[in-house]
């Protein structure tokens, strides 16, 4: 295995095919599709009046410009690609982790659905709980205070002194604002200083 | 320039909020403390899903909170580095080659207490530095027009890509899918929308938010779910035992400290370099300007204090780029961008320009941080010992918690949480398939205003843009024929730099 001065990475001698080739081809196909996706893509001034709009520089120059680079980057990571002898960590990947990778994605997804329909703090306690539970939690006491006790704290945080907000029910009613905002925390709010 | 720096004075010592700032500062820095104590947890992910709490209080809160975040999070590695030989973070490696040492012949409180107060000095002298350093960088750039200013954002964006990886052409080839993506919303001259492909949520453009928690908080994740729950450390074995730290002892490292210093206060200027190499590039320097680099390895407080002082006094010279340039020179800085552009606050001349004191008054928090940074870190040190025990399944969840709720409060919109989902997705591919997502962030931030500032070139060029540039504009010209050696020289030096001390974190 060769040091290559022009890539700065471990080579093999020449012409494997190998992920980087592939990503290469993959970035190739990109660029093209985004140079020709570019006139049905970019609005067009509905009048002329002579604005900044009307520059020289119109508003698909620049993407233009970026699209043959990246075309061009493409080939040319193509070509380096065959003297490349990287890794790819997808490979090194065993059962379990991917089954945990695509677990944890699913756990994600799902996650989103629970905020929006059960709230911030309902939707969180059960992702944490199973998600810690799955993940090796066998004390389910610390995980069940541990998964209602911080989404709680989060969302208080989140809405009383930073003035924000999440999806609330059922935590937001039986907390009255009254006690949760106090004369110190207002100073955190962005519209209560300077 | 100085009495913008009188001005930061006087905005920081505002009686109705210099306390809160202290306090957010002091929370920063425990909160970086102790994800940087955490193995597996790195200071980049700790500012990810913490940088939503900066966007919605004053910059001045904020910016000062994420820097404690920034400071403690390098600190905080070297705890469990010198107790249980796991570095928290990468820039904490080199301090695994001595702190355990210590640890073994009951030295564990010297070594982290000489941690502590090398990391302090490195982080409060390069404070110093950058804010000597950033005035006169300032005053040079508010003499750039719009071409040199594209110029430079060009430069510094292929320079930034081309040594941030190992491969060059990969890091270019993240930077343009960066820049694509920054076109997505309306282009910065005409405001004509661009690449919306119908969905009414990215007509803005893609919310920065989600796609930096995204980018650089959930591949983390991923990568520490890849194995389950694994053994937790005896908190037996996590003891601080031995004498404190004497005077003399520290004297005693006090060159070598300072050497760590200037090393770490260099790298820090240099962009897409970083911790990792500062670090061990202090320790080699100190071993190699010992009288006895046979005891380096063996439970030497030099080079503990070595390793330290260089990490930490990266810090504040990234700022430097960032602050005067709008360039950001590594991931760190980039997260950083995000909360100053969350402000209105768009890095580069103009900022410090129109908001000279405020910057200021960042900065001067910053120094005074580590003054907070002595105390927590000197009596929470114990606490911080015991936090390598926490379990990994109940702190992974948590962090998602922070990172949906972060992203949540941005726009109120669950299409910002399908974007944090796909940007994480896509970050772990990219980790996995070694590709650099810090060029896509970069060339995502800063492709607005290259693409502005090459558009009023364009304007000003009156159509013959070459001309203009290498005859009216020699400055430009220079920096445009320069960039190609400049980039050579950085990307061969970065090159050599990996080989010698590696950079992953």
Known sequence: ?194 | MFESFLGGFAILFNPETVVMTFVLMSAGLFLGMFVGALPGFTTLMALAILLPISFFIHPLLGIPFLLGVYKGGIYGGSIPAILVSMPGTGAAVATTFDGPALTKKGEARKALEMALFASVFGDLSSDLITIALIGPIAAVALLLGPPELAAILMMALIVIAGTSSGVFVKGLLMLAVGLFLGMIGQDPIGALSRFSFGITEIEAGIPILPMLIGLFALPEIFVAIEKKATGIIDAANLKITGARLKWVEFKSCLRTIIRSTAIGTTIGMVPGVGQVVAAFMGYAAAKSASKTPEKFGQGELEGVAAAEAANNAVNGPTLVPLLTLGIPGDNLTVILVGAFIAHGLRPGPQLMEEQGPLVFAILIAMVLANILFIFIGYLCIPLFAKVVTIRKSILLPLTLVFAFAGTWVFRSNPYDLAILVIFGALGYLAKKLQFDVTPLAMGFILGAPLEYAFGQTVILSGGQIFSYVFVERPITGAIIVLTPFITYLMWRRSMRLRREFGAED
């Open chain 1, 1 to 194: 295995m060769a040091s290559d001065s022009a890539t700065g990475e471990e080579t093999a001698p020449g012409g494997r095919y190998n992920f980087n080739t592939v990503a290469a081809v993959v970035f190739i196909v990109l660029a093209a599709a985004l140079f020709f996706i570019i006139p049905g893509q970019i609005d067009t001034p509905l009048i002329n009046l002579g604005g900044a709009g009307q520059s020289n520089l119109e508003a698909e120059t620049f993407p233009q410009i970026i699209a043959v680079a990246f075309f061009l980057l493409g080939i040319w990571y193509l070509f380096v690609s065959f003297r490349l002898r990287q890794r790819n960590q997808l490979r090194d990947l065993n059962l379990e982790a991917i089954t945990n990778v695509l677990v944890t994605l699913v756990i994600m997804t799902a996650y989103v659905g629970l905020i929006i329909f059960l709230g911030f703090v309902v939707g969180s306690f059960i992702m944490v709980f199973v998600m810690s539970t799955y993940f090796g939690n066998r004390n389910f006491i610390l995980g069940f205070v541990v998964a209602l006790a911080v989404p709680t704290l989060v969302f208080v945080l989140f809405t009383k002194p930073l003035v924000t907000s999440l999806p609330p029910f059922p935590i937001d009613e039986v907390i009255p604002n009254s006690w949760v905002i106090y004369p110190p925390l207002k100073y955190l709010s962005n519209k209560s200083i300077f």
